[in-house]
C-alpha cells in the first residue's frame, strides 16, 4: 500500500479518484498482479470516473428538477400518449442540445409533461451539459423583481449561459406586457446557441393568441417554434393511471 504521505499529494492534486481507488482493498487486491501500464490506466480512469461522477451531482444539484427521479429509462409507454421512441432515442443522444434547438412539450394536465421534461433534464446533465428548471410564471416575476433591484442584466446572462432551460407551466395564466418584453429578451439571447424545452397545456397553435400582442407574438414565436422538436402528449392523467395501478 501506498504512504500517508503519498496519498496526501495526490489529494493536494486533487486526484480523489485515484486516492478511492488506493484506499479500496478490492482493487488493489485484483490490480497487484497486473503490468504497472494497465494498473495505472485502471487509476486513470477511477479518476475519470470519479469526476463524471461529481460534475454530474453538480449539474443534477443546480438543474433544481421538479422531478428529481425522472429518468428516460423509466418512460411509461403504456397507452397511446403521442410519445414515439423514435423521437426519443433521438433526443436522448442530444443532438437537439449541441445545435441549439428547443423541444416543445404539451398536452392535458397531468399527462406526464414536467415528467418528461425532468427526464430529459437528466439526460442533458448526463451528457455534460448545464439545467435549470423554472415554472414560467415563477421565472417571469423573478425577472420582474430584477428590473427594480437592478440584477436584470446579470441574470439574463446567467440565463444565457444555460444549455437548457425548462419552462414548465408556460402559458398557464395570462402574460402581462411587461412579461412579454422580458420572454422575448430572455429567447433572444439564446436562439440558435442554447436549447429551451417547453411544456404547456396550450397547443402550439394557440400560443400566438396567448401572447396576445401580434408584433411581440410573432418575435417570441420566431425564436421557439421554428425548427423546433414538438411532443403533444394524448390519453388519460398518469396521476389516475398511478392510482389505478
Not at 402574460?175 to 397547443?203: K, W
Request: glycine fraction near 8%.
Amino acid at each position: 500500500m501506498l504512504n500517508e504521505h503519498t496519498l496526501n499529494q495526490l489529494r493536494t492534486l486533487r486526484l480523489d479518484g485515484m486516492v478511492a481507488a488506493l484506499n479500496d482493498a478490492a482493487t488493489h487486491i485484483s490490480a497487484s498482479e497486473l503490468p504497472f501500464e494497465q494498473r495505472l490506466a485502471l487509476l486513470v480512469q477511477r479518476e475519470v470516473d470519479w469526476r463524471d461522477s461529481k460534475r454530474l451531482e453538480r449539474l443534477l444539484k443546480a438543474a433544481r428538477l421538479k422531478v428529481s427521479s425522472a429518468c428516460l429509462e423509466d418512460i411509461d409507454w403504456r397507452g397511446s400518449r403521442g410519445l414515439s421512441r423514435e423521437v426519443i432515442a433521438s433526443l436522448a443522444g442530444g443532438d437537439w442540445l449541441r445545435h441549439g434547438h428547443n423541444v416543445l412539450l404539451t398536452g392535458a394536465t397531468g399527462c406526464g409533461k414536467t415528467w418528461l421534461a425532468c427526464a430529459l433534464g437528466q439526460q442533458a446533465a448526463r451528457l455534460g451539459f448545464s439545467v435549470l428548471y423554472a415554472r414560467a410564471p415563477r421565472l417571469l416575476e423573478e425577472l420582474h423583481v430584477a428590473h427594480g433591484d437592478g440584477s436584470f442584466g446579470k441574470r439574463l446572462a446567467q440565463l444565457a449561459r444555460l444549455d437548457l432551460l425548462i419552462l414548465d407551466d408556460f402559458g398557464i395564466a395570462p402574460i402581462a406586457a411587461h412579461e412579454r418584453n422580458d420572454l422575448l429578451e430572455l429567447l433572444d439571447d439564446r436562439v440558435g446557441t442554447r436549447s429551451t424545452l417547453i411544456t404547456s397545456q396550450l397547443p402550439v397553435t394557440a400560443w400566438h393568441a396567448w401572447l396576445d400582442e401580434p408584433t411581440l407574438a410573432d418575435a417570441i414565436l420566431d425564436r421557439i417554434v421554428h425548427g423546433s422538436h414538438k411532443i403533444a402528449l394524448k390519453g388519460e392523467s398518469m396521476r389516475k393511471l398511478s392510482k389505478a395501478a
